[in-house]
């Protein structure tokens, strides 16, 4: 069984602050994807990253994929209440026929 | 392009009463995922149907079942409710690229009394 480890389980801040959430995993993932759900509402697709070594950024989010395809951080620049929510990570690994592993997520609160 | 749809949105069910779960995907999508989601547990998968078929099944006992249809729609079912079911239970269709990336829906409250 993969298993998918987020940190911190939750996370309080102020706006304007920044922030950085990981997910670490002991297996080598063929890509990851990241996803924000706000409450009330089913999770939402942000990024996917394949490549390790890969970054990418979405206005003030940047993700990174670990170099051995085993981690990946975000990281918020000048959060706002509108980032308040919880934050997953899934990867699909090889041999696992499309099967995404979730973490638990990470609770982003952000105060203004 | 309409999002995933889910019905109904909240539920109230007692004890060993049974549930049937509507989803229907992005139009175009093929794989329709189906997941638990508790505060304590997290997002838990509870299968996978692709053309109509279970291509993936997570570890939950058999009074959790779906199907497909040839549609590409999907109903889940739960049979002999325990209090333990309570949970938000999420849709997610898929277009079957190699990332199988998911598109949800808003989700369907259940609570068991």
């Known amino acids: 069984t993969q298993l998918l480890e987020q940190s911190p389980q939750f996370l309080s801040i102020q706006e304007g602050e920044n922030l950085t959430v990981y997910c670490n995993s002991s297996?080598?993932?063929?890509?990851l994807q990241w996803y924000r759900q706000e409450p009330g509402e089913g999770p939402v697709l942000l990024v996917t990253?394949?490549?390790?070594?890969e970054v990418k950024k979405l206005k003030r989010l940047t993700f990174q994929f670990g170099d051995a395809r085993k981690d990946s951080s975000l990281h918020i620049t000048a959060a706002q209440p509108g980032d308040t929510g919880l934050y997953l990570c899934?990867?699909?690994?090889?041999?696992?026929?499309?099967?995404?592993?979730f973490g638990k997520g990470t609770l982003l609160t952000v105060n203004p | 392009k309409a999002g995933v749809t889910q019905t109904p949105r909240y539920l109230i069910k007692t004890r060993g009463q049974q549930v049937t779960l509507s989803c229907s995907p992005i139009s175009g999508h093929r794989s329709v995922s189906w997941y638990q989601q508790t505060p304590g547990q997290g997002l838990q998968f509870l299968f996978e149907y692709f053309s109509e078929t279970q291509r993936n099944k997570g570890n939950f006992p058999g009074r959790f079942s779906g199907r497909q249809f040839s549609n590409s729609r999907s109903e889940m079912n739960v049979s002999t409710l325990e209090l333990g079911d309570s949970a938000l239970y999420l849709c997610?269709?898929?277009?079957?690229?190699?990332?199988?990336?998911?598109?949800f829906g808003p989700g369907t409250r259940l609570t068991v009394l």
């Open positions: 297996s080598v993932f063929s890509s």
């Open positions: 899934a990867g699909l690994w090889g041999g696992s026929n499309y099967k995404l592993t």
């Open positions: 990253v394949v490549t390790g070594g």
């Open positions: 997610a269709s898929s277009a079957g690229t190699a990332y199988n990336e998911q598109f």
